[in-house]
């Protein structure tokens, strides 16, 4: 946890957030403004279709999978407890890495699209 956090902030400091000049009082903007990069993934998802669906309910349908993951699948065998990755939880392995890559297929699609 720290050395995530450590990276985080130092990508955080290294990487500024592409955003655009606050919007004038003409109310329109000058520019392309995009969301931070932690929110790139968000602003790919919107480019498909409803604002609701895609930029609410899917945000909050991938945070309450990824918190249910550990209550609904089945837990590892008290054999494997104490290793890396054991066989027992193998689905909700699967599906934590497949939505993650998603996650971040989608943020890298951000960051070179404009």
């Not at 999978?65 to 494997?80: C, I, T, W």
Request: hydrophobic fraction near 60%; glycine fraction near 8%; charged fraction near 10%.
């Amino acid at each position: 946890m720290v050395v995530s956090g450590i990276v985080l902030l130092l990508f955080s400091v290294f990487i500024p957030a592409p955003l655009d000049q606050p919007i004038t009082d003409t109310g329109a903007l000058t520019g392309d403004s995009r969301a931070p990069w932690f929110f790139l993934w968000v602003q790919q998802f919107l480019k498909l279709g409803d604002p609701f669906l895609w930029g609410v309910l899917t945000p909050v349908l991938v945070i309450l999978v990824l918190g249910l993951l550990p209550y609904v699948l089945p837990n590892a065998k008290p054999e494997q407890l104490g290793r890396w990755l054991p066989a027992g939880n193998r689905i909700a392995q699967v599906l934590e890495i497949v939505i993650i890559l998603v996650i971040l297929l989608l943020t890298a699609l951000g960051v070179v699209s404009k």
